[in-house]
């Protein structure tokens, strides 16, 4: 049981130059937030998990539940700074939020925090060195509203490249997860199908078997149920028979950490240097994000005056033993600029 838990982008057109020219610097171009606006999220434009074991619980799925019903779900746990928690689900589900104001990009510092659940493991022998425990990195998307629409639209959006993004070799824990015989590739054009169970596991075959999955990367095999969980983990107010996800797959992370003669396997999910959701702790500085970090679909960074809104999916494809699978979990989302801190 997960202990923790209980707890395409495009480039603009030329006309939009003026927020991806690396040369300009259109800051004057942002009305900066008046006296009444707030750090945190005021809207959900859309949510929708991956497959797994807190997906229809976090935020909890009814029967009479539509798309807009779960989108108003998720904002009242995360909106206007309740804290509450959802989960992502397995790679690639996702939310996408908004704020009654742009989130600006001050240069030389970090412009918001997107607070998660992540913590570290007091048992990590590796402490000194590599800092793990339940890492859970969420990739995160960002957009400025350049047509004052109101709304994301799918040409605006540019991801925030992280520390794997920029050489996932440099993460300190690479060489031994390598060793683990983990996926340590960075996939930039990743997709994932999770297919629509027939019916509810009943025997031990049928739990280990339960979602089938493949990818474009030619792997496949099932997102298993456990016994602590038993609602279904295929998303609820979803309708279609096949889940389809896309977007970049970061290296696996977690590994067993238990000494070879021990029966009792002990998963660790190390932290990523930077850039990330749900994979520093919430006090920390890499927790918080620089808008700066923002890059196109080529990875060339592009310069956003602000934002207006953010993505956030769960951005690796594994499992973790008794834990189950790696599921991003978000909490709230902060302009650090409003709250005043540096």
């Not at 434009?45 to 779960?70: H, I, K, L, R, W």
């Not at 009943?202 to 099932?222: C, H, L, M, V």
């Not at 190390?270 to 006090?283: E, V």
Request: proline letters at 4%; a negative charge.
């Amino acid at each position: 049981m997960n202990l923790k838990k209980m707890k395409p982008y495009a480039i603009l057109p030329t006309l939009l130059l003026l927020v991806v020219c690396s040369s300009c610097d259109k800051s004057d171009d942002i009305i900066p937030p008046d006296e009444i606006a707030t750090a945190y999220i005021t809207k959900v434009f859309d949510y929708m998990p991956g497959v797994g074991q807190y997906t229809n619980q976090m935020p909890m799925y009814e029967a009479n539940d539509t798309q807009d019903s779960m989108n108003a779900k998720v904002l009242k746990a995360i909106g206007n700074n309740e804290k509450g928690l959802i989960t992502l689900g397995g790679y690639g589900g996702y939310v996408v939020v908004g704020f009654d104001h742009t989130i600006q990009n001050i240069a030389g510092k970090r412009d918001f925090r997107v607070v998660g659940n992540a913590f570290y493991a007091q048992n990590n022998t590796d402490a000194a060195a590599l800092v793990g425990g339940s890492c859970e990195p969420g990739i995160i998307m960002v957009a400025y509203d350049a047509n004052k629409n109101g709304k994301p639209d799918a040409d605006e959006w540019y991801e925030i490249a992280g520390s794997a993004h920029n050489d996932p070799t440099k993460e300190l824990w690479y060489q031994k997860v390598v060793d683990a015989g983990n996926d340590t590739n960075l996939y930039t054009n990743y997709e994932i199908i999770y297919h629509r169970p027939t019916k509810e596991p009943e025997t031990e075959a049928e739990f280990e078997q339960y979602i089938r999955w493949e990818d474009n990367k030619g792997n496949s095999g099932y997102k298993s149920k456990n016994n602590f969980h038993t609602q279904s983990y295929f998303p609820g107010w979803f309708k279609g028979d096949k889940l389809t996800f896309k977007g970049t797959c970061l290296p696996q992370n977690s590994m067993n950490t238990a000494a070879p003669d021990s029966e009792d396997p002990y998963h660790m999910l190390y932290r990523f240097g930077y850039g990330y959701a749900d994979n520093a702790m919430n006090n920390e500085e890499d927790a918080a994000i620089d808008i700066s970090w923002a890059v196109d679909a080529e990875g060339k960074s592009v310069n956003l005056s602000g934002v207006d809104f953010i993505k956030i999916y769960t951005g690796v494809n594994q499992e973790s033993g008794l834990i189950g699978e790696c599921s991003t979990d978000i909490m709230n989302i902060e302009d650090l600029h409003i709250n005043s801190e540096d």
